[in-house]
């Protein structure tokens, strides 16, 4: 025999069996055992099916108890801006910077309040009002907001 037939007989036939003679052997003697789980289940529709009830007919109970979510966030507010010239220079010099996000809040006496936000984070606030501060020279107060 030449070494290629033996080198064939050895990796195709030799290794596999000595691979897989265990799997093999235990599908062989449990094949009596082996459920299939892919039988298509028997069409039980008509058999025991609860009568359909209309929406109208369901009873909604009113003692549902209500709960309330407290929910804050964070903003950060510039007092010292208050005119409509300061705000336009404010706003673009924002843009300049990255942050577009700025709201008018309703403040004491029927003013208004321009603040950025608002944030989930109390020190996501902060460090957006330090980096404000440091790239504009706007100092900014952070305020809470409560639902």
Same mark, same amino acid.
């Given at each position: ?8 007989? +050895?990796?195709? +036939? ?5 691979? #897989? ?14 459920? !299939? ?17 209309? !929406? ?21 507010? #510039? ?39 608002? #944030? ?28």
């Amino acid at each position: 025999m030449k070494f290629n037939n033996v080198y064939l007989i +050895f990796s195709l +036939f030799l290794i596999p069996i000595y691979i #897989f003679h265990a799997p093999v052997i235990s599908y062989i003697q449990n094949f009596s055992k082996i459920t !299939y789980s892919l039988d298509i289940p028997e069409n039980n529709i008509g058999v025991n099916s609860p009568k359909i009830i209309n !929406y109208g007919d369901l009873e909604i109970s009113n003692d549902t108890p209500l709960r309330q979510i407290i929910s804050e966030s964070w903003v950060i507010s #510039f007092p010292e801006i208050d005119s409509e010239k300061l705000f336009n220079d404010f706003s673009s010099n924002l843009k300049k910077i990255g942050i577009k996000s700025v709201i008018k809040l309703p403040f004491k006496d029927n003013s208004e309040l321009i603040a950025i936000g608002p #944030f989930v984070d109390k020190e996501m606030a902060k460090s957006i009002a330090l980096k404000i501060n440091n790239s504009l020279g706007y100092s900014g107060n952070i305020m809470r907001l409560n639902n």
